[in-house]
């Protein structure tokens, strides 16, 4: 088994303490420091993941929604908490390749999701992908 990076861990404990908020509200990177495994984690990128996403929380729905098949708020919290990583990562975090972001979403799903939920978050990511990195999709799918 392969050990897990401070990325990883990072994206891993954003999922959690985004879960918690959307159940409870408050603090998300509050509840992220609470977590085992915080102080594992490359903790620039999720305390950017947590405010990116707490933030924009609206926008980025708007953003994933044109590429779902039913409400958002029909997504498990889950779902939800990994489609909004990802989407913030496209939209504001150029420095990290988008292969690079649907694989983490992929790998968080499989953890943490629901059975072949990831598939799902992966052809959201892969639409929502195309339409904000247009230029690095289509290398990347010419490579491929």
């Keep these: 088994m392969a050990l897990k990076t401070p990325r990883r861990r990072a994206r891993e404990i954003a999922l959690q303490a985004l879960y918690a908020w959307q159940l409870a509200g408050g603090d998300a990177l509050a509840e992220a420091r609470a977590l085992d495994g915080w102080e594992r984690c490359d903790q620039e ?3 950017a993941l947590l405010r ?5 929380a609206a926008e980025l729905e708007g953003r ?3 590429f779902i ?9 889950v779902e939800r908490a ?14 990290t390749p988008f292969r690079v ?3 983490e979403a992929i790998e968080l799903g499989k953890s943490f999701g629901g059975t072949d939920g990831y598939k799902y978050v992966n052809g959201v990511l ?3 992908a195309g339409e904000l ?8 799918r010419r490579s491929a």
């Design 45 to 47: 990128l999720a305390g």
């Design 52 to 56: 990116g996403v707490t933030r924009s």
């Design 64 to 66: 994933i929604t044109p």
């Design 69 to 77: 098949d039913r409400k958002f708020s029909a997504l498990s919290p």
């Design 82 to 95: 990994i489609l909004c990583i990802g989407a913030y990562e496209l939209a504001e975090r150029p420095e």
């Design 101 to 103: 972001v649907l694989n």
């Design 126 to 128: 892969e639409k929502l």
């Design 133 to 140: 990195r247009r230029e690095e999709f289509a290398r990347g």
